[in-house]
C-alpha cells in the first residue's frame, strides 16, 4: 500500500520513514510538510535528526503541501501533525476520502474516533463507522493516544480486566525526545530534572479511561477511575518511565496473583501477526535495578512494554514502574502497528 | 568549640569539612578515617571531590584512626561514617563521654536517639537523657534522617500540623550524589533513569513517622500514617526531588487553605538565630517549571527546602513536589543544624 | 558608580546583574532590552535562568529600550547585547557620551577599541584615546575577548613572554552556556559531542594575537603567529577547556623551565587590588586528571585560569590544557574587571 | 566455526557475545572468565550491560576457566581479557595450539604479533608465521589496535598513501564505555570532562605507527612521525571523537586533493566481502556539525568511520574530527574482522 506521511520533516514524521523503511506492507509514495519546506528534496528540508541513515529513496523526494489533491495516489496517510494545524488539515484529507492515521492529540477525545491501542482495544475500531467525514466512509481518522498515556494503559489492562481499576496516581519520568526538536533546552535539563510539561497531565485520564473503555453498539462506556499524574522531564534521550500506585476494585491475594494476571493475559492479536507488534507485549523485569530506558527501550524494534518492580503497595494495592519507548511505541511505531490492525480489519485496503 | 570529622575522607566527611569551614561556633579539630588512611596527610588520604578549594587548614593535618582515645581534645564529634562500620565506632565514642553528631543510619531508629531536625521536631532532644552509654550523661549520639526523610518530612510538617496525615505515596528522583564516590557508575546512568535504590525506600516512612512523632514524657508516639514510596536515581549531581501525594484527615477546603498552612507555620526555632538554619525554611515556587536541582539546591546554603506545583490532587488531597539538597540538608548541613541546636539547648558545651 | 546593563534579559545580561550584587564600587541603576520587554518589570521580562536568587532589588525595575536617552543617570553600562544589535546601539551609547564596556564582538577588531584582559594588556587602554565618539572623549568603547580568547590568551601570556609564540594547535570543549538560552537544544548535545561551533574558530587567532599586541605610540603591534582552532561543544554547563599544544620561538629547557615561566610572571595589575581580579591568576594543577569543568569553574569567584597537563610535547615544545568559566571570567566577569581597571586608570570617574 | 570468548563477562566479552549472535560464520562454543565466575552459568556470572537482550543460547552456558584443556573444542578464541592477565592467559592459549584473537593491549607490539585492521594492513598477518607458540604454527596471537589508534590509523591511511605523514597533533573525546563497567564514576563525568585518560596518550603514537608499517620479509619496517595527543573522557556512552590537525610531508594543492585521497583510496578487501566489513569504509561528513557520536556511532552497524571537517589549516596542512565506535569498531567488531580476515587468508581454518 502506498502511504503519504504529514508533517513529515518534524521529529515524528522523521520517525515515521525511519520505521517505514522496509515495511512489508506499506511504501512511502509522498511526504507533506509546511510551505517552508513545500517544494523542497527532502534532504534539503528536513534537518534530519535519526541516528540511522537518511535512506536514499526519502531524500531526493520532494516535498508536498499538506493538500488532499497533492496525495491523490496515496492509500492513506499518517499524520506526525503539530496540533496547531492537525485540525483543519486531518480533517481536510478525511473529507476527501483519504484515511487518517494519526498522531496528533486534537481528535483522540472525538467520541466518533478511535483512539487506538491494537493490543488493548482492537474493537474500538468499530467506532469509524459512525464517521461522516464522506458519504461513502472512505475518508476518517483514527488516533493512537499519547506518549504517557500508552504506557499506561497498556500497563493497566491486565489489571483492569483481572481486578478492576479503582484509582491511581503516578509519576513520569520523559525523555526529551518526546518535545520534538529543538525541543527542550540543554541549559533547562543537562543535569537536572524538570517537574512539568506544558499540556502532558490532563491527557493521561482522559486518554487511558477512554482507551479501557468497553464497546456497546456504538457507544463508548469509559470507566470512572480517577488518575493523577505528576509529569517530569528527566536528561534521557528516548523511552518515558512511569512510576505508578494503583488502587483494585478487587484487591489481590498476593503479588503473584497480580503477575499472573499478566503472563495470563490473552493479547487479542496475538494471532494476527502484524509486523510491528512485538512477540511479547509485556517484559516483566525481575531484577530491582530493571527496567532502564538507556538499557531497555529498543527491545523489540522500540514496541515493547517493560515492567519493574511489581509489589505489594502499603498504600493501594500494587505498585509498579512501566517504560516505553516514547518516540516508537508512544507514537509513529503505534501508528504504524494501528494501520496494520486496519488493514487486517478491512478498514484500509 | 573543637569538633572532630568521623569518616573524613568519604564524601559525607568532605562535605562536612567544606561546610564548616568559616563556622562560628566550630573548629575542626581532628580528622578520622580507616585504617588505609590514618597516618596521611588529609590532601594524601582522601581524593578530594567538592568543587571548591581544599581548605589550606585541612591538607596537612594528620589523619586518625577513628578511636575515642584519639579525639580526646575534641568536644564533639560529626560523623560521616558508612553503615558497615558506624555502629560501633560511634557507640565507643559515646561511651568514651564524646558526643556523636551522625549521619548514618545504624541508630536512627533506637527508641533513645533523637533523629533530629530542628524546625521540626526540637524536643526530641529530650530522648538524650535517656542514654545511657556513660553513667554521666556526657556521651550520647544524635542522628539525622535520610536525604529523602528530610525533604519529606519538612514538606509534611505543616500539612501534619494544620490536616493531619492519613497516606502518601511518592516517588523520587534523586541525585548521584547520594550515593557517595564512586558510587553509581556513568554506564548505569547517563541519559539514564535507575528505578530503584538498595536500602532506600525502607528507610521513608519508618523516619518519617518517628520524626512527626510526639513526645510524650520520654515516650515517642509516632503517627501511623502508610507511606508508599518508589526511589529512582537519575542523572542530576545534586538535590533530591520528590513527587508525593497525599491524603489528609482534615480535607482542606480549597488549595489556598493548603498553602496558607505553611505560610502560616510556625518555626519553632526562628529565634535561636543558628548559623546554618535557612532564614525562609520554605520556599514556595508559583512557577510550574520550578523547582529544579540544577538551579535551586544551593539556595540559601543548601539548607531551604524547595515546593512546588502545589495543587488539589484528583486522588486523595494534595500533590507536590519537594526538594532540597540531598549531601546539605539531606546530610552534612543537616547534622551542623543539629549540633547548633544542641548547643543552644545546651547539650553541646 | 551607577552602571546599566545592555541585553539584560539575556544570559550574559543576567550574568551582569548577578555578579554585581554586592559589588564595592558600582551600583545596577538601569536595565535595557529589547522592545519586547522594555516597559515591564524584569521579573516579567526575563527568563531568569541563574542557579541563585532573582535579587529582590532588581525584581521590581523596569525594563527600559536600549536607547542613550533613557540612561542618562548612569556613569556607564555594561553591554551583554548580541551582536546583531550591538554595533547601532553600542555606536549611540558611545556617541551619547555614555562609556560602553561590552561583551559583544562587533568592536572588537576596530583598530581603536581596546579589546582587554587587565591581567595581559591593561596598557591597551590607551587606544580610548584615539576614538572619537564624541569630540570630549566621554564616550568610547572598550571589549572582553571571546570565551575562548580569554583563557587560550591568559595562558599563553607567559609563554609569549618568556620563550615567544611560535604557532598552535588547540582544540576546545565549549560548555553550553556558552550558547546562551535556549541555546543549544537539549537532543544535540545530551551524551554527545558536536564538532563546531558557528563563528567561533575564526575569532580565536585573531583575538589572541590582538591580545598579546604591543603599544608602540597608538599602534598596536600584533604578533603574527598562525592558529589553527578545532571548537567543539559538549555537554557540560559552564568552563571551556581548552587543549593546546604550542611552537616556541626560544625551545625551554625542559617543563620545568616553562612552569616557571608562569610562577615567575609578573601580575602588572597585582598592586590595583580589583574588586574582581583572583587573588592568584594561574591555578597549575598537578593532578592529571585536572583541572575539570564542574570541579574547578567556580574558583576564585569564576575569575581564575586553570593549567593542567603541562607537558613536553612530542610535536612542537609544549602541550597543556587551559579551563575557565566561560561566562564569569570568559564574558560578565571580564567585562566588570574591565571597568574595574577602567576606574583605577581614570577613564570611569 | 567454533569460537570461545575469553573475558566472556567483562564489558568487552559482553560485546563478543552480542554482535556474534547470527554471524554466518562463527558460533559461540565455550565462555571463559575469572574463577569467580567459572561454573556458573553466565546469567548468573555476568552483570550484562548491553542494551539488547541477553541471547537465550548464551543464558545458560557455563562460564569455564580461561585454560586451554577447557577450550579444546574450538577453532579459536576471542579474548576481552583484562591486561592484567592477557599476557599468561593468552600465551598459554596460543602455546595449546589454540589461535587467539585478542582485544588486550599486551602483544601489539610484539615483533611478531600483527597488530591488524584488515582494511589498513591485511598483508601483517604474514607475521604470525614468525611466531613460535608451537612448532606446528597451529597456535599464534593476532591482536586489534586501542580504540583510539583504530579511527586514527583509518584515518591516516589515505594521507598516508597520498601524501606521506610528517606529524601530527590530535586531542581525543572519549566515551565512557571505553573504561568498561563500572568504569568512569557518574560523578567525575555528569556535566564534565576528564582531561586525562590513564595509560592512553602512549599507545596512540607507537600503535598507528606499527599500523601504516611496511613488511619487508619479516621484518615491519615503521614510519618514524611524531604523534602529540591529549585523551579526554567526556559523557557521552558510544564513538570516540578525535580532532586532529597533522602535517604532510607532501603537501597537497588544496583540500579537493584531500578528499580526493579518500575517495580514490583502494581498500584492499574489499573483495573479500568480509561479514563485519563496512560497505563505506570512510563516511566523508560535509555538514559541519557532524559526525556526533550519538547519531553516528552505529551507521554500518559501528564500523565505519566517520570523517568531518576535513579542511585546509593554518597550522601544518590539514585538519580533520574523525569518530568511530570505540568497543565495535575500535574493540570486538574490530577483532571479528580480524578473525574473518584470517579465515580467508586461511590462517583459521
Not at 497498556?154 to 503516578?170: E, M, N, Q, R, T
Request: overall charge neutral; proline content about 7%; aromatic content about 8%.
Amino acid at each position: 500500500m502506498k502511504v503519504g506521511i504529514l508533517g513529515a520533516t518534524g521529529a515524528v514524521g522523521q520517525k515515521f520513514i525511519r520505521l517505514l523503511q522496509g515495511h512489508p506492507w506499506f511504501e512511502i509514495e509522498a511526504l507533506g510538510a509546511s510551505e517552508r519546506s513545500a517544494g523542497k528534496k527532502y534532504k534539503q528540508a528536513a534537518n534530519w535528526i535519526e541516528d540511522v541513515v537518511l535512506p536514499e529513496s526519502i531524500k531526493e523526494m520532494t516535498v508536498k503541501n499538506c493538500e488532499p489533491s497533492e496525495f491523490s495516489t496515496v492509500d492513506f496517510v499518517f499524520s506526525g501533525l503539530d496540533s496547531s494545524v492537525a485540525g483543519e488539515i486531518e480533517k481536510a484529507f478525511a473529507t476527501a476520502g483519504i484515511p487518517v492515521i494519526s498522531n496528533a492529540k486534537n481528535y483522540r477525545q472525538n467520541p466518533t474516533v478511535p483512539l487506538l491501542i491494537p493490543e488493548i482495544n482492537p474493537d474500538h475500531t468499530e467506532l469509524i463507522k459512525t464517521q461522516n467525514f464522506t458519504k461513502d466512509g472512505s475518508g476518517w481518522i483514527v488516533t493512537n493516544p499519547n506518549c504517557v498515556a500508552v504506557p499506561l494503559s497498556i500497563s493497566l489492562k491486565p489489571l483492569h480486566d483481572a481486578f478492576g481499576i479503582d484509582s491511581l496516581i503516578l509519576t513520569t519520568m520523559q525523555a526529551v525526545s518526546g518535545a520534538g526538536y529543538p525541543g527542550v533546552a540543554s541549559l533547562d535539563i543537562l543535569g537536572n530534572v524538570v517537574p512539568y510539561i506544558s499540556g502532558e497531565e490532563p491527557k493521561v485520564g482522559p486518554e487511558t479511561r477512554k482507551l479501557l473503555g468497553t464497546l456497546e453498539g456504538t457507544d463508548l462506556i469509559r470507566p470512572e477511575f480517577p488518575v493523577q499524574a505528576t509529569a517530569t522531564r528527566v536528561p534521557t534521550i528516548n523511552g518515558h518511565m512511569i512510576s505508578a500506585t494503583v488502587k483494585l476494585k478487587n484487591t489481590p491475594a498476593d503479588i503473584e496473583e497480580v503477575k499472573a494476571a499478566y503472563t495470563n493475559w490473552k493479547n487479542p492479536i496475538a494471532n494476527l501477526k502484524l509486523p510491528f507488534a512485538p512477540k511479547e507485549l509485556y517484559k516483566l523485569h525481575e531484577e530491582e535495578k530493571y527496567p532502564q530506558p538507556r538499557l531497555h527501550a529498543d527491545w523489540e524494534n522500540g514496541m515493547q512494554l517493560h515492567l519493574g518492580r511489581l509489589r505489594k503497595a502499603e498504600v493501594f494495592d500494587v505498585s509498579f514502574v512501566a517504560m516505553a519507548h516514547n518516540t516508537i511505541r508512544g507514537a509513529a511505531g503505534g501508528a504504524i502497528l494501528n494501520a496494520e490492525l486496519l488493514v487486517k480489519k478491512g478498514f484500509l485496503k
